[in-house]
Each structure stands twice: as structure tokens, then as C-alpha cells.
T-cell receptor, first 113, second 114 residues
Framework: DAGITQSPRYKITETGRQVTLMCHQT?????MFWYRQDLGHGLRLIYY???????DKGEVSDGYVVSRSKTENFPLTLESATRSQTSVYFC????????????FGPGTRLTVL | GEDVEQSLFLSVREGDSSVINCTYT??????LYWYKQEPGAGLQLLTY?????DMKQDQRLTVLLNKKDKHLSLRIADTQTGDSAIYFC??????????????FGKGTKLSVIP
């Protein structure tokens, strides 16, 4: 079924480990985004991508790495996880269509012990 | 950068109208959005308004934009228990080279009392 999916939905890891969160969309949208949602902070942009091989930092990019070798995939890697990266992570995509609407995935709940 | 403020909680009785407010600092956004987040789910676009409009109505939803006061509101008529969720105000800002970003408020948790 078409849409935007994230995997895994839940992840528990330990401090210092590398973790990769996956995001896949089937609409061939040009734009993709990663946000984190924390109590008291709302959603904050981590990284975004305007097209394959084009990425740029958002508000809270330290400690995260992204890649976009294919239009449909936008993985987010935590190179050395820290407890402060415990959060819910949302991926979104946009085709720049009506009102530049962003469509969100279901989220990944990450816990760093 | 853009600062977007919302009150954190709102409680209304079923059948009443709900009004969720948002204030912002940067007036250059082309689009202003309202997203809804149900428990355990991602954000879903509810509605949006173009910056040259003052009002937009979509069934039970009414969006009001006061550009002078930099104030955006979402009114939900005949609020139902299924409207219980977190509502986010978001503004679009261009970041150069054809890219744009959304800046979100912290969200208003709407609780509907049966």
C-alpha cells in the first residue's frame, strides 16, 4: 500500500551504540524530513533533503547523520547514541504539491539506556 | 528564527466549540498549517491557510488568520470525543535553494469531556 513507513517502530539500545532508523515513501516525493518529538519541545527538525544526494541540517542535527542515495529512502543514523537522544522520531515527505503539505510516518520510539 | 507559541492544554465539553490559538513572530510564511496527532500516531494534516487569506472554513473546522497580530486560530465546531488529540500549529519558512522547513508549536492537547 502506498504511503510513508518507518522501521523499526520501537527500539531499545545502549549508550554508545550505532542505531539506524529507516524511512521509506512510495510517492516519489522530492522532499524528506526527520523530526524528533520531545515533551515540552514539540517537533524539532533534525535533517531534511530536497532530493536524492542533497541533504541539509536542521535545528538539532548534532549526533545524527543522514543519507539519501535513493529518492524513496531517507535513513537516519545515530553514530554513538546518547541518553539525550531518547525520543520519538518522525519521518515526513512532501512532493511540493498543494500547500507543500508534509505527510508523516507513524514514528519510531527510541530508548537509549 | 521563527517562534511559534501555543497553550499546552484545552478542555471542552462534547458538543461545544473548541478554539485553539497560536501566535508567531515571523510573518513571511506562505502557508500556515494545523496538524492533528492522535495517541501513538504520526501527525496528520487537518487544514492549512494561505497567508493572503483571513479565514478558511472546512466542514467543522474554521481557521482564522490575523496577520497584524500574528495570530492563528483553529475552531472546531460541535467537538466530539474523537477530536481528543494534540493539535500543532506549523508555519512554513523557506531556507534557501528552493528548500523549505516547517516550524512547529509545542502542541495543544485537547481533551473532550463526554
Amino acid at each position: 500500500d502506498a504511503g510513508i513507513t518507518q522501521s523499526p517502530r520501537y527500539k531499545i539500545t545502549e549508550t554508545g551504540r550505532q542505531v539506524t532508523l529507516m524511512c521509506h515513501q512510495t510517492w516519489s516525493h522530492s522532499y524528506m524530513f526527520w523530526y524528533r518529538q520531545d515533551l515540552g519541545h514539540g517537533l524539532r527538525l533534525i535533517y531534511y533533503s530536497a532530493a536524492a544526494d542533497i541533504t541539509d541540517k536542521g535545528e538539532v542535527s548534532d549526533g545524527y547523520v543522514v543519507s539519501r542515495s535513493k529518492t524513496e529512502n531517507f535513513p537516519l543514523t545515530l553514530e554513538s547514541a546518547t541518553r539525550s537522544q531518547t525520543s520519538v522520531y518522525f519521518c515526513a515527505s512532501s512532493g511540493g504539491g498543494e500547500a507543500d503539505t508534509q505527510y508523516f510516518g507513524p514514528g519510531t520510539r527510541l530508548t537509549v539506556l | 528564527g521563527e517562534d511559534v507559541e501555543q497553550s499546552l492544554f484545552l478542555s471542552v465539553r462534547e458538543g461545544d466549540s473548541s478554539v485553539i490559538n497560536c501566535t508567531y513572530t515571523d510573518s513571511s510564511s506562505t502557508y500556515l498549517y494545523w496538524y492533528k496527532q492522535e495517541p501513538g500516531a504520526g501527525l496528520q494534516l487537518l487544514t492549512y491557510i494561505f497567508s493572503n487569506m483571513d479565514m478558511k472554513q472546512d466542514q467543522r473546522l474554521t481557521v482564522l488568520l490575523n496577520k497584524k497580530d500574528k495570530h492563528l486560530s483553529l475552531r472546531i465546531a460541535d467537538t466530539q470525543t474523537g477530536d481528543s488529540a494534540i493539535y500543532f500549529c506549523a508555519l512554513e519558512a523557506y531556507s534557501g535553494a528552493g528548500s523549505y522547513q516547517l516550524t512547529f508549536g509545542k502542541g495543544t492537547k485537547l481533551s473532550v469531556i463526554p
